[in-house]
């Protein structure tokens, strides 16, 4: 990575001289945590905001979605299994209703 020169005086920039090079496009791919991981979490934050669309809280969506991860831990459920979050919103919703 080269320092350049910017649009306006003094500024500068720590771009990669040329992002198509394999090198610079590995190594970047390599600091992101694996697909699975990333595809996870968004789906994580996505429940956690349809948990809002019912009227819970940012912080009681997060314990519960909390207690779902680790009920469904318990009960050797996988975390790559399509329908994990669908049921985990609504075994948090059914136990919101008691």
């Not at 990575?1 to 198509?20: F, I, N, Y």
């Not at 190594?27 to 697909?35: D, E, V």
Request: hydrophobic residues 40%.
């Amino acid at each position: 990575m080269g320092r350049k020169e910017g649009a306006h005086k003094g500024q500068t920039s720590c771009a990669p001289d040329d992002l198509s090079r394999p090198a610079v496009i590995i190594s970047f791919m390599a600091m992101l945590p694996p697909l699975h991981d990333r595809l996870y979490l968004a789906r994580r934050a996505a429940h956690l905001g349809r948990l809002g669309d019912h009227r819970m809280t940012p912080e009681a969506a997060e314990r519960a979605i909390a207690a779902w991860e680790v009920g469904a831990a318990s009960r050797g459920l996988s975390r790559d299994d399509p329908t994990y979050w669908d049921t985990g919103e609504a075994w948090v919703l059914e136990r919101r209703l008691r």
